[in-house]
């Protein structure tokens, strides 16, 4: 084997003090962000392509964390990666139950359920099977909390997890070689949320009309923002627009590299040891402080994305287009590594059929959800 090289638990209320980021030396949103979808694919393709004709697996990703569907290259549920972890890892995850929608659960029930995980309102309901920040709502009581499983498709799970007051969110993308044991940090995002800061004239919608990160949240009908686009903040007031920091609602990822220290990589990768067969994917973090955040201390996962896990860093603003394929060419050439020494132990691929399957189920359920808030 070669060297290896839609967010949870977040408070909406308008004027809550959030970090601000850095400023940008580049335009608000980055060259990658700006391109279309199908213009990045075809790079990225050209080099998957390559990769499964070296490897001879167009799906050799999905071998890298056996424990897991598809090796969370696509179809996983969230709740897979919690089901079997060890005390340490349970530890520094969010407490989170599981409902089944369609089932008509009483208010009792629910309640219930909620008790039994130590959970009270508010909480974050989302999808098992989720994508993007799709479908993640902050709901405060228990008529909300109703309306949103009866809106959910039936059958399907939802998520019930701990409200997180930290301010802070970053996504931590872990790599273990499984023949020598070396784990690396290969990447580490930092998310901020959408935002307006009022200026005591205009409304929330004229100010999100200025910036043309948020001017995607137009119109959408897959996300609803949870202040009036009527309101007119105060001078200086901090309005957050949504419970997810996904760019597609506006959220702005950078790249926080410079965080990655021994003390967060050894306690990341305590958290990954705690689990079954797990050797690479992305943990989404709440923490504090970033000086907390370096120090391994301080953090809570939200949840854990496995092999799919997008290189989110690279859509820094400050980050050029080469230098953001490079970031992307790399995970995808650990994934391929970390594949073929599972490979090597007996760990079959999924197929390409089956990994479709996976995929149009996700995206045909995508469509179905409450919108996120």
């Known amino acids: 084997m070669q060297a290896l090289g839609e967010t949870a638990g977040v408070d909406t209320d308008a004027g809550a003090a959030w970090p601000a980021p850095p400023a940008s030396k580049r335009p608000p949103r980055g060259t990658l962000e700006r391109m279309p979808k199908w213009m990045i694919c075809i790079p990225l393709a050209c080099q998957w392509a390559w990769l499964a004709l070296r490897y001879r697996s167009a799906t050799l990703p999905s071998a890298a964390n056996p424990a897991i569907t598809a090796g969370g290259l696509v179809g996983e549920g969230k709740l897979e990666y919690f089901k079997d972890m060890g005390p340490l890892a349970r530890a520094r995850t969010a407490r989170h139950c599981a409902i089944v929608a369609g089932t008509a659960p009483s208010a009792a029930v629910l309640q219930q359920a909620m008790a039994a995980a130590g959970l009270a309102f508010p909480v974050i309901a989302k999808p098992d099977l989720g994508l993007c920040g799709y479908g993640v709502r902050l709901v405060r009581d228990m008529a909300a909390l109703q309306d949103y499983v009866d809106a959910f498709p039936a059958g399907e799970t939802v998520v019930l997890q701990a409200y997180l007051p930290q301010a802070g969110e970053a996504g931590i993308f872990y790599a273990r070689d499984p023949d020598s044991g070396t784990a690396r940090l290969i990447g580490l995002a930092l998310r901020y949320f959408p935002q307006v800061t009022g200026d005591g004239a205009r409304s929330v919608a004229q100010l999100r009309a200025q910036d043309p990160r948020l001017r995607r949240l137009h119109g959408s009908t897959r996300h609803e ?18 419970t997810i920091g996904s760019t597609r609602v506006g959220g702005l990822y950078r790249d926080g590299c410079a965080w990655i220290t021994p003390q967060l990589l050894a306690a990341i990768d305590a958290v990954a040891r705690d689990m079954p067969a797990f050797y690479c994917g992305r943990f989404d973090v709440r923490f504090d402080t970033l000086a907390e955040l370096a120090a391994g201390r301080g953090f809570t996962i939200m949840e854990i994305n496995g092999a799919g896990s997008e290189a989110i860093q ?60």
């Open 225 to 242: 923002a949870p202040v009036a686009g009527t309101q007119v903040p105060a001078a200086g007031e901090v309005v957050r627009l949504a």
């Open 314 to 373: 690279a859509w820094d603003p400050d980050i050029g287009i080469l230098r953001g394929l490079r970031m992307i060419f790399s995970k995808q050439r650990v994934l391929f590594a970390i594949g073929a020494a599972m490979r090597k132990r007996g760990v079959v691929p999924i197929s390409i059929l089956a990994l479709a399957r996976l995929n149009l189920r996700q995206q045909r359920l995508i469509a179905l959800y409450p919108p996120s808030n």
